[in-house]
Each structure stands twice: as structure tokens, then as C-alpha cells.
């Protein structure tokens, strides 16, 4: 078990410009979740995921966002046209079914900072 | 819809003092609770977690005891260490009948432990 790995940790971009982060959960997870978080904020839920199928989107999720998971393991989330406003640490979890599916084990994050 | 609101840091205690961070929360039904725990420079960790009113969730010293009557599920530990500086996260999660257990965050408590 290596974790829930993500990449890239840093990625400096400029204003409208795309972004491609990635997500490797834990292998036997089938549920992934994608959450963005802000300065002295705490994490905001964006996306899930149970296997390939993406089953939510919360409405911070504009239509600039899109996010995948091909095949139900590694996730991708893109960012089209970044705005300042983008800038911030995405944060990735997956977890397991049975016996401690709402515990969610998450990743290192990308920060994001758009220039 | 669902909140959590938890104590305004920072919190700077010396070592060996009594740590509590205040949590309260909002939401219908019979949600869960956690505690996360993120290091400097690490991701978010799960700390504890109770899914029933009265459970008392439990790890390294730390504590918590979900209060339905009061809506609370305050973090306590007698005794903090250096080591554990960090900041410190309440959440919930609530199955609305799906298999998404997406997490409502607090803002996040910054503790200080002075030697």
C-alpha cells in the first residue's frame, strides 16, 4: 500500500492557460473524490467517483472543470482557461467498500497557483 | 445542507496542556464524524471517527465524543507534545442514499505546541 499518490505537487500556470492533474488511489479503492482547498479554508468536495462512473459534481465545479477515471483506477482532473480565482490545492481521496467506506485517505495535493 | 464550524485558531499551548478544539455541526439525519490531522507539508489524515451517537472515537492520545444532543464533537487530549503541532480538521459525512460519503470540512484549527 503506497497511498494515494498525485501529480504534479506544484504547478505554476499562467492565466488561461490549461491545466492536468492526476490522482493514483489506493489500488483496491473503487471510490475517488476530488476536493479544493483554499488559504484558511477547509478542503470543498468537487467531484466523486465510484469506479469509471462519475456520479456527482458540486456546483463549484463550472464548466471549466472536468474530471475522468478512465478504466476506475487513475483520476485526471482539468482545468480549462484558468483564472486567477483557480488558484489553490487540489486534493484528492479514494476509499474502499465495505466496513469503512466513508473513510477517505487522501493524497499530498497539487497546489495550483495561476499567474 | 450540512456544516461544520469549529474553533478560530491558532491555539498555542505549551507542552503537557490540555487541548481542546471546539466542533459543532449541522445536518439531517445521522451523519458521521471525524478528526483529520495535517502535518507541515503533509496531506490530510484521518485521525479518529464515530458514527453513532455517544461513540467515542480514540487514537494517539486524542479524543472525541459525538454529542448528538448538543450537535458537538469536540477534540481533546491531555497532554499535547511538540510533535503534535498541525492543523486540525472536524468533518462530516452523510450517506444520502447513494454510495457517496463526500466530506463537509470546517475551516481548520492551526495548534502550536511550545516546548
Known amino acids: 500500500d503506497t497511498g494515494v499518490s498525485q501529480d504534479p505537487r506544484h504547478k505554476i500556470t499562467k492565466r488561461g492557460q490549461n491545466v492536468t492533474f492526476r490522482c493514483d488511489p489506493i489500488s483496491e479503492h473503487n471510490r475517488l473524490y476530488w476536493y479544493r482547498q483554499t488559504l484558511g479554508q477547509g478542503p470543498e468536495f468537487l467531484t466523486y467517483f465510484q469506479n469509471e462512473a462519475q456520479l456527482e459534481k458540486s456546483r463549484l465545479l463550472s464548466d471549466r472543470f472536468s474530471a475522468e477515471r478512465p478504466k476506475g483506477s487513475f483520476s485526471t482532473l482539468e482545468i480549462q482557461r484558468t483564472e486567477q480565482g483557480d488558484s489553490a490545492m487540489y486534493l484528492c481521496?479514494?476509499?474502499?467498500?465495505?466496513?469503512?467506506?466513508?473513510?477517505?485517505?487522501f493524497g499530498p495535493g497539487t497546489r495550483l497557483t495561476v499567474t | 445542507g450540512n456544516s461544520v464550524t469549529q474553533m478560530e485558531g491558532p491555539v498555542t499551548l505549551s507542552e503537557e496542556a490540555f487541548l481542546t478544539i471546539n466542533c459543532t455541526y449541522t445536518?439531517?439525519?445521522?451523519?458521521?464524524l471525524f478528526w483529520y490531522v495535517q502535518y507541515p507539508g503533509e496531506g490530510l489524515q484521518l485521525l479518529l471517527k464515530?458514527?453513532?451517537?455517544?461513540d467515542k472515537g480514540s487514537n494517539k492520545g486524542f479524543e472525541a465524543t459525538y454529542r448528538k444532543e448538543t450537535t458537538s464533537f469536540h477534540l481533546e487530549k491531555g497532554s499535547v507534545q511538540v510533535s503534535d503541532s498541525a492543523v486540525y480538521f472536524c468533518a462530516l459525512s452523510r450517506n444520502s442514499g447513494g454510495s457517496n460519503y463526500k466530506l463537509t470540512f470546517g475551516k481548520g484549527t492551526l495548534l502550536t505546541v511550545n516546548p
Open positions: 481521496a479514494s476509499s474502499y467498500p465495505g466496513q469503512g467506506q466513508d473513510e477517505q485517505y
Open positions: 445536518a439531517t439525519g445521522y451523519p458521521s
Open positions: 464515530a458514527t453513532k451517537a455517544d
